[in-house]
C-alpha cells in the first residue's frame, strides 16, 4: 500500500475508534433516570482517546519507518556491490546511489542499464516492495491493537478528559520544540560557514572594507579576480533604500491608522482597512517589477527632464515600492496600538474641553508612542530583509553613496548573486553569502528584540 493508502486507512480508523469510543463510554454512563450521567468527562473525550492509542503509535512507527527505509536499503544494496565500487570515493558512491534509485524508479531504462546496476536496481525493487508491504501490514496492526487497548481505558472512572489533555500539551511542546530547534539549526549553519569565510578573509576587513568586489580566481593565473570582501558598500546601500522606504511607510501607515481609528465611520473603516491590507498580500516579485518597468524609468525621466543624472536602477525607485510596500504593514500595527490605548483616558481629555485633534496629539499619540516605536522598528526590521524588490530594482555596483539617485546594492542582493548557479561550498565567494545573511540576522535580530521590549513595556503599561 502506498503512503497516501496508509494515510487515508489510518484517517479512516480514526473516526471509526472515535465513533466506538464515544459510544461505548455512554452505553456505560449510569441511566439518566437512575441518577444521571456518572461518566468523568464528556463522552467526546472518550472517543478521543481511543484515537490517540489507535493512531499515536502507529504513526510514529509510520514516520520512523519512512525515514530509515531508504537509508538502510541503500546501504544494503551498496553493500552487495562488486569491491571495484566499494573503493570509490563518496562523491562517485553517490552518483552510483542515485544511478540505482533512478533505475528503481523508471524500470524503462533497466534494458539499456549496466548489468551490475541493473541487478541492484532490482534488488532495490524487490527489497522496497517487502519494506511497503511489511510497513503496511505493521502500521495498520498496531492501529487496530490500538483501538481494543483504547477501549479498555473507557470506563467511567477513567479521566479520558485529563489524558487527552495532556497529550495535546506534549504534541504542542513538541511542535514549539521543532520551531526552535529549526531556528537554532538555521544560526549554528549559517554561523558555522560564516567561522570557515572569516578563515579566509579577516573579520575587520569585511566589516569596514570599503571595496566589494567577490570575484576570486580559480586557478593562479586567472586575471580580473580582486577577492575584495568590504561590506561597507553593502551597509551603506542597505541603510539608504531602508531609510527612504521608512520615510514613506511610516509617515503614511501612521497617518492612515490615525484616521481609520479616530476620524473613520465603521462603514469607511470596514472597507478602508481591508482595501489598505490587500497591498500586504501582492507578491514581492509583482512589487519588483513595478518597480523595475513603471517607477524606475518614471523617476529617471522625470530626472532628466530637470536636468538630474539618474540611474537607471536607483535607490529611489525601490525605497519608494518598498515604502508602499511596508504601508499595511505600519498601518495595521498602529491601528491596533491606537485602539488598544483606553478609551477613559479620551473621555478624560474630552471632560477638560480638549477637541479631538488636541485629544489625539496630546494624549492618544503620547499613550500609544511605545507600540508605535515598536511597530516602526518592526517594519525596519522588514525593509532590510526584503529582497525580491531590491534583487529587481536597485543596481549591483557595490557603491558608496547616499544620493538616492545613484545605484547602489544591498545586502540581499549580493546574497542572492553569490549563491546564483552552481557553486562550490568551500571559496570564500561562496562562504561570503553566510557571512552577509549573518550580519542581516544579527541587524534585524536587534531590531526585532528592541521592538519586542518597547510593545511588551507598552501592554504592561496599559493592561
Not at 320 to 330: L, N, R, S, T, Y
Not at 368 to 381: D, E, H, Q, T
Amino acid at each position: 500500500m502506498s503512503t497516501l493508502g496508509i494515510l487515508l486507512t489510518l484517517t479512516v480508523l480514526a473516526a471509526f475508534s472515535y465513533y466506538i469510543g464515544r459510544k461505548r463510554s455512554l452505553a456505560l454512563a449510569t441511566p439518566v433516570k437512575r441518577g444521571g450521567n456518572d461518566l468523568h468527562s464528556l463522552p467526546s473525550y472518550y472517543g478521543y482517546l481511543v484515537v490517540i492509542w489507535a493512531i499515536v503509535p502507529a504513526l510514529l512507527v509510520f514516520v520512523l519507518w519512512s525515514s530509515l527505509e531508504k537509508p538502510l536499503l541503500t546501504s544494503s544494496i551498496m553493500s552487495h556491490l562488486p569491491t571495484e565500487y566499494q573503493g570509490k570515493s563518496a562523491d562517485e558512491l553517490s552518483l552510483v546511489t542515485n544511478r540505482i534509485h533512478n533505475l528503481a524508479n523508471d524500470p524503462a531504462q533497466l534494458a539499456t542499464a549496466d548489468p551490475t546496476l541493473k541487478a541492484a536496481a532490482e534488488e532495490y525493487q524487490q527489497m522496497q516492495s517487502l519494506s511497503n508491504t511489511i510497513k503496511t501490514v505493521l502500521v495498520l496492526a498496531l492501529a487496530i491493537a490500538g483501538i481494543f487497548i483504547g477501549l479498555r481505558y473507557v470506563k467511567p472512572k477513567t479521566r479520558a478528559r485529563n489524558q487527552v489533555e495532556r497529550v495535546v500539551q506534549y504534541i504542542m511542546i513538541g511542535c514549539a520544540s521543532i520551531a526552535i530547534l529549526t531556528t537554532v539549526g538555521i544560526v549554528f549553519s549559517v554561523l558555522f560557514e560564516s567561522i570557515r569565510f572569516f578563515g579566509h578573509v579577516n573579520i575587520f576587513d569585511f566589516i569596514f572594507g570599503t571595496h566589494w568586489s567577490p570575484q576570486t580566481a580559480l586557478r593562479a593565473d586567472q586575471a580580473g579576480s580582486s577577492g575584495a570582501f568590504g561590506a561597507v558598500p553593502l551597509f551603506v546601500g542597505t541603510l539608504l533604500i531602508s531609510s527612504i522606504a521608512l520615510l514613506i511607510a511610516v509617515p503614511l501607515g501612521l497617518m492612515s491608522a490615525i484616521y481609520l481609528s479616530e476620524y473613520a465611520s465603521p462603514m469607511m473603516r470596514a472597507y478602508a482597512k481591508p482595501a489598505m491590507e490587500i497591498l500586504a498580500g501582492i507578491p514581492t516579485v509583482v512589487y519588483g517589477f513595478f518597480a523595475a518597468l513603471t517607477v524606475a524609468p518614471m523617476i529617471r525621466g522625470l530626472g532628466e527632464s530637470i536636468g538630474l543624472s539618474v540611474a537607471s536602477e536607483s535607490a529611489l525607485a525601490a525605497g519608494i515600492v518598498m515604502g508602499v510596500m511596508i504601508i499595511p504593514f505600519m498601518s495595521s500595527l498602529s491601528d491596533d496600538i491606537i485602539n488598544a490605548v483606553p478609551q477613559a483616558m479620551r473621555d478624560g481629555s474630552y471632560g477638560m474641553g480638549a477637541t479631538k485633534s488636541e485629544t489625539i496629539k496630546q494624549v492618544v499619540l503620547p499613550a500609544a508612542l511605545p507600540g508605535i516605536v515598536g511597530a516602526f522598528l518592526l517594519a525596519a526590521s522588514r525593509a532590510i530583509g526584503e529582497t525580491m524588490i531590491v534583487v529587481m530594482a536597485a543596481g549591483l555596483a557595490a557603491n558608496i553613496s547616499f544620493n538616492p539617485l545613484d545605484a547602489v546594492t544591498t545586502i540581499t542582493v549580493q546574497i542572492v548573486t553569490l549563491l546564483k548557479g552552481d557553486q562550490e561550498f568551500d571559496s570564500a565567494k561562496t562562504l561570503a553569502a553566510f557571512a552577509l545573511g549573518l550580519s542581516l540576522f544579527i541587524i534585524t535580530l536587534i531590531l526585532n528584540v528592541l521592538a519586542l521590549h518597547i510593545v511588551r513595556k507598552y501592554r504592561e503599561q496599559y493592561d
